[in-house]
């Protein structure tokens, strides 16, 4: 897996309210600090840009944890079929991130190769006909 391919950039929507402490300005300047954001930025008063590693933290983690820390996510079904996809693609990265597929499939080469040269020449025409 390439190094870049390990960070996400998402626009978390925030639910829209008038109270300042509760918009993304402050949303930014809470999650900040935490380890595996790279950068979060609002991009309006109800946007956060986002950019996190997936080898420290997911969407779905970053969603709990705006949820935590008070600040309510837009839940309109549009935004939440988005946010359920990012957190079903996310997984999939996830699980699959520690496995080396070339390792696998160099291995397996070797078995079948050396069984096929282990047989007669003959037992594939005997299995053919």
Known sequence: MDDSDQYRCRLIYLKQTNNIAKQA????????????????APLDCYSVHIIYSLNDISFELLADLFNELDFELDNSILLSLRNTIFQFLETNVRDNMSIDVTKSINESEEVDSSRLLSQPSDKYWEDYH
């Open 25 to 40: 300005q402050a949303a930014c300047e809470a999650v900040s600090g935490i380890e595996g954001i790279i950068l979060a």
